[in-house]
């Protein structure tokens, strides 16, 4: 008892000597054991970070067997990956783990993933608290995986949303349970830094508390108590602190200046891949509801001015843009107690907080539901070589047709609307009478195209879409009808999850149902339970 106290104990007091004795200790550790069951020849990698350097390390498997070894300052959570003979590049067996000083044993008889790790105090309880946080996680997924299947009914995302919110806040909770238990392993301070990234500070902070003093005054844990200050400023809900940066011009740009409209604070910078994948999605919402009263306020962690005004111009940013050129020191970030990028606010025109974190879907959603008037889908789209006409739109509302007129000027035109599921829609351009069928979704998409080569259409923001396309990609050199049945038919067995399996069987229906009904039956219950898969149902009866 005596003995596993001290192993315990041990973590803390590596992380006093790395604050106080002027950098890392190095103790040796020793990984060794047996894999069995692999396909030789095989190789073992084992990757880890030690002193802020990515260490890779690779063993050849002997008759099974393997051994690493090598030096680390503390507990250090590492990856062991098995590459066998005939996996390709993209397939491989994983056990997550944690390098302890001393020597520990793996035993593997099937996937590594199962493997049996001994003389690893830290290996254990991280798979005690993989343990505890697997049916909250599952819960969570769930969750997520029923919002997305009914995401035209607002009432059902909504309380799936506060159902999977639940979930993650009793996941928190757990995580202050665990930490409590073991606030001296480097297991719980990882669990803990890990979250410091869009931070809720009214459950990340009894976790903090919850660390060993240690920890918590080591100059990482000092760096978090400040964050923690500074995230409690820029709350939902809280009025946002005030600031002011100079913009490219030397001009000082406040935020109380843009008060009155909706103002989306954007942190990025021009070295943060996410960040600039995620700006034309910025670009499309500024451009929906520019005149409507909203605007972006773009912060920038960049050190170079040039850098950063050339990813300006590259990204075709038009809103005003602040900076300091102090990098990751950004003192608009740190106000608001930022430390990963993208990161964005939303404020309303007092300037309270009243989102955050607010990416792709998430953002154009947000925007709808405030500027839209409880429409829950807008299609802006642009039909080159068209001049002035009509568009009509046919889609099911429950088990009634309806059709939606927008006019087109100049080939452009914007459709708004309820739709209550994700479905095929029935377009046709007058006076022409040229049809232009599509799968529409939820949120916000994009249509270009051209008015000779309507079957060319291009839809963006429509998860729907992209799957029929991706489906007659597949069949498109199939030319004979039952093979395309045939075709589908294996496809809707192999997608069981999928809404486009649904319209697949949906246009089947006229056909034979003791056919239909099999495939019908196959579907998760998420995707029956939607209205199309109602409407087949009761069909089917």
């Known amino acids: 008892m005596y003995n596993r106290s001290l192993r315990l104990l041990l973590p803390a007091a590596f992380l006093v000597l790395k604050a106080y004795a002027g ?5 040796p550790f020793t990984l060794k054991g047996e894999v069995k069951g692999a396909k030789y020849p095989a190789v073992l990698y084992l990757t880890y970070m030690e002193d802020k350097k990515l260490v890779r390390d690779s063993a050849i498997l002997r008759d099974g067997h393997f051994i690493f070894s090598g030096s680390i300052s503390q507990p250090m959570s590492a990856r062991l990956v098995l590459k066998e003979e005939g996996m390709n590049k993209y397939t491989s067996s994983v056990r997550n783990l944690y390098l302890d000083p001393g020597v520990m044993t793996l035993q593997s008889s099937d996937e590594l993933d199962s493997a049996v790790v001994a003389g690893s105090p830290s290996t254990q309880l991280s798979d005690e608290w993989k343990k505890m946080s697997e049916p909250f996680l599952a819960h969570m997924t769930e969750c997520r995986s029923r919002a997305f299947y ?54 990340f902070q009894p976790a903090f508390d919850a660390l060993s003093l240690a920890f918590r005054n080591s100059p990482e844990g000092k760096t978090l108590a400040e964050q923690i200050v500074g995230v409690k400023q820029a709350m939902i809900g809280v009025r946002s602190p005030d600031f002011s940066q100079l913009d490219a011009h030397g001009n000082a740009v406040s935020l109380r200046s843009l008060h009155g409209k909706y103002v989306l604070v954007d942190f990025w910078a021009s070295w943060c891949g ?24 773009g912060v920038s962690l960049d050190d170079s001015k040039d850098k950063w005004l050339q990813a300006v111009k590259e990204d075709h940013m038009p809103w005003q843009q602040v900076c300091d050129l102090k990098g990751r020191n950004n003192d608009v970030a740190m106000l608001y107690g930022i430390v990963g990028i993208p990161q964005n606010v939303l404020l309303d025109p ?25 429409q829950n889908m807008r299609l802006d789209g642009h039909i080159s070589s068209l001049k002035d006409s009509i568009a009509i739109f046919r889609y099911c509302v429950g088990d009634k047709l309806r059709n939606d007129t927008v006019a087109i000027h100049d080939g452009s035109f914007t459709w708004q609307t309820v739709m209550p599921e994700p479905q095929k829609i029935e377009a046709m351009l007058m006076p022409g009478h040229q049809l232009m069928p599509f799968y529409s979704d939820i949120g916000y998409l994009q249509m270009t195209g051209q008015s000779d080569s309507l079957d060319d259409l291009h839809l963006k923001g429509s998860w729907l879409n992209d799957e029929a396309r991706a489906f007659r990609a597949s069949i498109k050199s199939i030319s004979d009808r ?11 067995k192999s997608h069981p999850q999928s809404l486009y399996s649904l319209c697949l069987i949906s246009d089947m229906l006229p056909d034979n149902h003791n056919e239909v009904k099999p495939l019908y039956m196959a579907l998760a219950e998420p995707v029956r339970n939607t209205p199309m898969g109602r409407r087949i149902a009761a069909a089917l009866r």
């Open 482 to 492: 039952q093979q395309r049945t045939s075709a589908a038919e294996a496809y809707i």
């Open 274 to 297: 996410i960040c600039r994948a995620e700006n034309p999605n910025v670009l499309r919402a500024y451009n929906a509801y520019k005149d409507s009263g909203f605007t972006v306020l």
């Open 150 to 203: 009914s995401r035209g009914n607002s009432d059902s995302v909504r309380i799936l949303k506060d159902q999977g919110a639940q979930a993650l806040l009793d996941l928190q909770n757990a995580l202050t349970v665990f930490v409590t238990r073991h606030p001296d392993s480097y297991v719980s301070w990882d669990l803990v830094y890990a979250n410091r990234v869009a931070m809720n500070p009214d459950t």
């Open 23 to 27: 950098g890392p200790v190095g103790r």
């Open 350 to 374: 007092n300037g309270v907080i009243i989102a955050k974190n607010l990416r792709d879907r998430d953002l154009m959603n947000k925007l709808m539901e405030l500027f839209a008037n409880g």
